[in-house]
Every structure is written in structure tokens, then in C-alpha cells.
């Protein structure tokens, strides 16, 4: 595939194999109607052929080239597999441009300090473990970098100290992002207002621009209900404190968190019942450096 993708990007050898598409025809035919001269025209046939998309026969003087369909055809269908993936219903491509929609929207909104705040955003997950169990997993570090980020990226640094006045930092990159070359997808400080084991936790979060600065603050609220055997999780943002520079974050808010949500919603099923400590050693450390070759 690759010797025929080479072989195609070439101007010249394209035009002979529109040529060709017509009917077999000779070199010296094809050079004139390619404006070129019969040398070149034949290296290119020759470069053509050793692809397997022309085949020659001699008739008399003359060498005929015609064109094979077949490297053509899987190709395309190669091509045509690669269009499906992107367009693929709820994948990353329809994600993309969703954020696209929501970045160009918020970029107008964002003229001046302020404007943005009071902003909220709602999301509810119907959880299928017990509150106690999703209380660890979103509070305790080694748990969090499970889910505690968007699809395509990975938790690179955590901390986070589930009491009051504890600190917060989320730091991330691409998931693909093995030797951290790329620059840092996002970083975020904050601190933790309000902790009730199992009911309800609270925190401040803060977006850093490229700078150290804040881009806006959030107000995170988690409340957890017993339901049945498992747990309904209501969180609530409200946005405070928002910088013109924020437009760019806010606009993912929705999109993000709730890809989070939906990872914490996957983790939890996986064994809704478990009730052992996390990793060997049953260790609840409050900070996760994962280094720059983790992965979620």
C-alpha cells in the first residue's frame, strides 16, 4: 500500500493512470498526451508497473500499457474504511467537533472579565455500586487517575487530600503521550471545602492558563444518594471569578466531565461489590505522580 500511495503522489504518474483509466494505450501516446517526453514517460510506467497497478504487453514495435483496477478498488476501500472510522457515531471525531461548535460559541461570549460567571452545569449518573464504594473512587488518588479525565488523555499528576482545606491538583496529557514531549493537555489547582464520608463532597478547582494563572474557578459539588444497591450521583459546577481567557476550558466543561462520569460509571460496573483496598500494599496515598509513561 505504501509503495502505491508513493507511486500515485506523483503528478505525473497520476495523469498516466487517468490516461490509462480511458483505455490501454502505447508510450509514445502516452507521453504526447501527457506533454512529456517518451524516456521519463516510460520510467514513470515502469514505477507504475512494478506497483502492480499497470500491466504492458509488446504488439509488433509498440509496448501496450493498461490499466489494473484491482490496486485501485483496495484502495479505495481502504480510504474508504479509514472515512468511516473518523465518522464513526460517538467517536472522538464527533466529540471534536462538537467541542469545535461549543469552543466558537463561548469565544464569542467571552468579551470582557466576568463573563461567564454563574454559569452551571448539571450531571447525574446512575451508579450501579453501593456510596461507599463510590465514595473511594472519588476521593482517593490511585482511584481518581482511573477516571478523573476526559477520554484520550491520561492523568500525569494528582493530588488529592479529601479533607477540608485539603489541596487539589490535576495535571494531564495525551493519552499517546508517552515520553511527555507534547506540552501539557491541562493543569488545575483547587481546594476541598466540604467532606461528608459516603454523602457529600465539595471543591474549589481552578484552571491554570499557559501563564499559572487562573482561567476561572468552579465550584464542584458531589452529592451521592443510596439507591437500592447502588448509588445516584448529582454533581453541580457553578463558575465563578471567569477570565476572557476561559473560553477555551469552558467550552470543554460539558463534553469532559462527562466523559469523566462515564468512565467512573464503566469502572464501578466492572465489580460493583468490591470493597477491598486499591493495589497490593492497600495503599490510600493522597498523591499519584504517574510519571510520563502511564497510562489510565
Known amino acids: 500500500m505504501d509503495a502505491l500511495l508513493a507511486a500515485l503522489a506523483d ?7 487517468t490516461l490509462l483509466a480511458e483505455r490501454p494505450r502505447p508510450v509514445g501516446v502516452l507521453a504526447e498526451l501527457a506533454g512529456a517526453r517518451q524516456p521519463q514517460t516510460t520510467k514513470h510506467l515502469q514505477t507504475l ?22 490496486p485501485l478498488r483496495e484502495l479505495a476501500d481502504a480510504l474508504a474504511r479509514l472515512a468511516d472510522t473518523a465518522e464513526r457515531a460517538g467517536g472522538p471525531r464527533e466529540t471534536y467537533d462538537r467541542y469545535g461548535v ?3 460559541a463561548e469565544r464569542l461570549a467571552a468579551v470582557e472579565p466576568g463573563w461567564a460567571d ?8 446512575s451508579l450501579t455500586a453501593r456510596p461507599e464504594l463510590v465514595w473511594r473512587h472519588v476521593t482517593e488518588p490511585s482511584l481518581l487517575a482511573r ?62 492558563l499557559p501563564d499559572g494563572s487562573p482561567a476561572f474557578t468552579a465550584d464542584v459539588a458531589l452529592d451521592l444518594r443510596s439507591a437500592g444497591t447502588g448509588t445516584d450521583l448529582d454533581v453541580h459546577w457553578r463558575i465563578t471569578d471567569s477570565t ?27 465489580d460493583p461489590h468490591d470493597t477491598g483496598r486499591t493495589g497490593s500494599t492497600g495503599s490510600t496515598d493522597r498523591n499519584v505522580n504517574l510519571g ?3 497510562t489510565q
Do not use: N
Open 11 to 17: 503528478p505525473a504518474r497520476w495523469r498516466l493512470v
Open 49 to 70: 508497473e512494478r506497483t502492480g497497478l499497470v500491466t504492458s504487453q509488446r504488439t509488433g514495435q509498440r509496448r501496450i500499457y493498461a490499466l489494473r483496477p484491482g
Open 102 to 104: 461549543s469552543l466558537h
Open 118 to 125: 454563574g454559569r452551571s452545569f448539571g450531571f447525574r449518573r
Open 147 to 208: 477516571w478523573w479525565v476526559p477520554h484520550d488523555l491520561r492523568v500525569s499528576e494528582l493530588v488529592f487530600e479529601a479533607r477540608e482545606g485539603g489541596r487539589v491538583v490535576q495535571e494531564y496529557r495525551d493519552v499517546e503521550d508517552a515520553d511527555g514531549s507534547d506540552l501539557v493537555a491541562g493543569r488545575a489547582e483547587g481546594v476541598v471545602v466540604d467532606v461528608r464520608p459516603g454523602e457529600r463532597l465539595a471543591y474549589r478547582l481552578a484552571p491554570l
Open 244 to 270: 476572557v481567557d476561559a473560553a477555551d476550558f469552558i467550552a470543554g466543561v460539558e463534553i469532559g466531565f462527562g466523559q469523566s462520569l462515564d468512565k467512573l460509571a464503566a469502572a464501578l460496573a466492572v
Open 292 to 294: 510520563p509513561r502511564s
